[in-house]
């Protein structure tokens, strides 16, 4: 069988004393009040060995979303959660990490295995244990079952796809990051894949992703695509190939409805209703986007496969509609004697800007050289960086014209 070789002598053990410092986070008592990621067992019958580490922010409210994140090779999930950045909006907007661990014991590397059939295929191996662990959560913590997403970077990129794939009835979006199609291996070998790319028609690589769970009637998940421009691990022609999968599974064209341009010489291309994004970042190589710093968009730590551009987690979340309100409003309490006076509520989400700002934030999308609202689809004016609007969010991804 084969075992991710190409991988194995590219990727070396560069992020080992990163992700040993950071281990501690998993095994040290928090004290109360004081989130802390934490290590899961007995999740469920866990067919492909893995571990589980969940973090839940302090006052996390019933209902909360829920986000798997799944490291790259070398790595662990101590290390990609202290690094990667999810923390910081894990916290502002109250949704719970669930972070999946691979072991050396099932690949040498610690590689997730995307190329395994056993692994890949809906209801055995790693992607059972990863849907169990979603299913923990819960059961356990109250996280609310439509409003599941995974993202991953490398072979966890990888097995990102494969969750989606194969369990589009319980991820709403995700994130591949430096990632591949689904079943670009098998039948390719992974040296293909990684170092050349699978050229497949749109239809081709749509029809692998329908196969995975050929009983499915409702929607599939969004999906948002990062690479670097000069990745030599992991070459950025699997982006397109991505591209052309998910597009395909949506039912919407491979030419971009828009495009951006973000910081850190990065480009976006949306395509259809905000179905797939594609994010291409100049210059960057195999690793995951930050940007550390204190700035709303800002987040993660440098490290070996964390590369300081552009905080992708923070792109992300807005994209999976995370970015609600930071804590419920309060329940209003009658008074017997005081007269009656206007319940406090926490302000709404209102953004100011541009109508191109608001698409490539993902507020909003164009279609025929207008702007439209995410969610409601009232039209906003022309869509360019003159014209502006006022946008207020009422919903997961689901905003309205005005504050």
């Not at 195999?286 to 800002?298: N, R, W």
Request: with cysteine; net charge neutral.
């Amino acid at each position: 069988m084969l075992r991710f070789p190409s991988l194995l002598t590219r990727l070396t053990g560069a992020v080992a004393g990163m992700v040993l410092a950071a281990a501690a986070v998993a095994t040290v008592a928090a004290p109360a009040q004081a989130a802390t990621l934490t290590q899961v067992t007995n999740f469920g019958s866990n067919p492909g060995n893995l571990a589980m580490y969940a973090y839940r922010p302090d006052n996390l409210p019933a209902g909360a979303p829920a986000v798997v994140l799944l490291h790259g090779c070398t790595q662990n999930a101590a290390g990609y959660f202290a690094n990667s950045g999810w923390q910081k909006f894990a916290d502002q907007w109250k949704f719970a990490l669930i972070v999946a661990q691979q072991s050396s014991a099932n690949q040498p590397l610690s590689c997730f295995n995307w190329f395994v059939e056993q692994d890949i295929t809906r209801g055995s191996g790693e992607a059972l244990s990863i849907k169990q662990m979603v299913d923990h959560a819960r059961n356990n913590y109250g996280t609310d079952a439509r409003r599941v997403f995974v993202s991953g970077l490398s072979a966890g990129g990888g097995m990102s796809a494969v969750m989606l794939a194969t369990y589009p009835d319980v991820f709403a979006a995700g994130s591949v990051v430096a990632g591949l199609p689904y079943r670009c291996s098998p039948p390719a070998s992974t040296s293909t894949c990684q170092y050349s790319g699978v050229n497949k028609t749109p239809q081709q690589w749509g029809d692998l992703v329908r196969a995975a769970y050929p009983g499915h009637t409702g929607p599939r998940p969004r999906v948002a695509i990062w690479h670097g421009t000069s990745d030599s691990t992991v070459v950025p022609a699997n982006a397109t190939e991505l591209r052309d999968q998910w597009t395909n599974v949506r039912g919407v064209s491979q030419t971009p409805t828009s495009t951006a341009s973000l910081p850190a010489n990065t480009s976006l291309e949306v395509y259809g209703n905000n179905d797939v994004r594609v994010y291409r970042v100049s210059g960057m190589g195999h690793g995951t986007p930050v940007d550390p710093g204190p700035g709303a968009e800002q987040c993660g730590t440098a490290a070996a496969y964390m590369l300081d551009t552009i905080c992708s987690a923070y792109h992300d979340a807005v994209f999976f509609g995370l970015n609600g309100p930071t804590s419920p409003s309060p329940t209003p309490t009658a008074s017997p004697t005081a007269s009656p006076t206007a319940s406090p509520t926490t302000a709404p989400t209102c953004v100011t800007a541009s109508n191109y700002a608001h698409v490539a934030a993902g507020r909003a999308y164009q279609s025929g050289g207008y702007a439209y609202a995410n969610g409601s689809n009232q039209r906003m004016g022309l869509y360019n960086t003159f014209h502006t609007s006022t946008l207020k969010q009422t919903g997961p991804n689901y905003w309205v014209i005005g504050c």
